[in-house]
């Protein structure tokens, strides 16, 4: 009964940005965690970027200082700022919620999004 869709991915040369955006819908009383995750073809998947409810970040080394999560709370909304992208960015990106669904409710349910693809061209 939870939704996320991502929107944002596309084509982009090394250097460029790209912002990914995700939006939560359905039967939802808050959100804990939100994040970003990716999976090129033959890898597994990696976590990118992490945002608690209360704004706290947390970035792999990857992409340290390149990456941007943010949430708006009232939209249900995570968003993914990327800047100077590199041909290992290339994947399909996931966004992530650990989702509150009633006010009942003892822990939080995991929820993901189908992905958005982002390539970046050398």
């Known amino acids: 009964q939870v939704q996320l869709v991502e929107s944002g991915g596309g084509l982009v040369q090394a250097g460029g940005s790209l912002r990914l955006s995700c939006a939560a819908s359905?039967?939802?009383?808050?959100?804990?965690?939100m994040g970003w995750y990716r999976q090129a073809p033959g890898k597994q998947r990696e976590l990118v970027a992490r945002?608690?409810?209360?704004?706290?970040?947390y970035y792999p080394d990857s992409v340290k200082g390149r990456f941007t999560i943010s949430r708006d709370n009232a939209k249900n909304t995570v968003y993914l700022q990327m800047n100077s992208l590199i041909p290992e960015d290339t994947a399909v990106y996931y966004c992530?919620?650990?989702?509150?669904?009633?006010?009942?409710?003892?822990?939080?349910?995991?929820?993901w999004g189908q992905g958005t693809h982002v390539t970046v061209s050398s």
């Open positions: 992530n919620a650990d989702v509150y669904r009633t006010r009942f409710a003892i822990a939080t349910t995991s929820y």
């Open positions: 359905g039967t939802i009383f808050s959100i804990n965690a």
């Open positions: 945002i608690t409810s209360g704004g706290s970040t």
